[in-house]
């Protein structure tokens, strides 16, 4: 079955220090990938997206993801955390079918940024 | 930034209210889609829409209703409201049928049911 997997539930990072999100799908194909982050109270924003072409993609806000597809990942990753990253972070796919395209989330990673 | 809107922002309703929460979007999208968020769980879909006239059920069973009868309006019906419809609801809209499926999301309508 297509899945996402994010294998962690929450991230604790000092301020100024490296990021890296985790981000697996299950798919036979290589479907459209997406991160997405949810302040709280706030409905989620894209963050940055990859369709093809070169595999490390630029985003908003200073992060970057990279397509690896020997392991089905995409990683998310920021060189330099700022508190105002602190937000829950989704990754998520959309797999075309017969009857258009279908997005999966994964649960989400949680970060948590000390001071 | 997305122009989608959803309103209430947050409801607390008794068991057994009717309730509607509605979701607008101006971008002029094709496809709108209603998720179920409970705190740190993935985002769950219930409904979606091609267009007007058109709806259809997600990957969760939800007591929910929808309608589509503009293009920018998708509302959420819940008849009777129970406790177990406790949980955030967001609204998002992306374009038809280019493939890139980028969704704009609303920020949400967080709803108790006591």
């Known amino acids: 079955a297509q899945s996402v997997t994010q294998p962690d539930i929450h991230i604790t990072v000092s301020e100024g220090a490296s990021l890296e999100l985790r981000c697996n799908y299950s798919?036979?194909?290589?479907?459209?990938l997406f991160w997405y982050v949810q302040s709280p109270g706030q409905g989620l924003q894209l963050l940055l997206k990859?369709?093809?072409?070169?595999?490390l993609v630029q985003g908003i806000k200073g992060f970057e993801a990279e397509f690896k597809r020997s392991q089905s990942s995409f990683n998310l990753r920021k060189p330099s955390v700022h508190w105002s990253d602190a937000a829950e972070y989704f990754c998520?796919?959309?797999?075309?079918?017969?009857?258009?395209?279908?997005?999966?989330f994964g649960a989400g990673t949680r970060l948590f940024v000390k001071a | 930034e997305a122009d989608i809107y959803q309103t209430p922002r947050y409801l607390v309703i008794g068991t057994g209210k009717k309730i509607t929460l509605e979701c607008s979007q101006t971008?002029?999208?094709?496809?709108m889609y209603w998720y179920q968020q409970d705190p740190g769980m993935e985002l769950h879909l219930i409904h979606y829409?091609?267009?007007?006239?058109?709806?259809e059920k997600g990957d969760l069973s939800s007591e929910s209703t929808v309608s589509r009868i503009r293009t920018e309006h998708f509302p959420l019906t819940l008849e009777s409201a129970r406790p177990s419809h406790t949980s955030q609801y967001l609204c998002?809209?992306?374009?038809?049928?280019?493939?890139?499926?980028?969704?704009?999301f609303g920020p949400g309508t967080r709803l108790l049911v006591l």
């Open positions: 998520a796919v959309a797999l075309g079918n017969t009857g258009g395209f279908k997005t999966i």
């Open positions: 829409s091609y267009g007007v006239n058109s709806t």
């Open positions: 971008m002029g999208h094709d496809k």
């Open positions: 990859y369709f093809s072409g070169d595999t």
């Open positions: 998002a809209s992306s374009i038809d049928g280019t493939g890139e499926e980028t969704q704009y």
């Open positions: 798919y036979g194909a290589t479907p459209y």
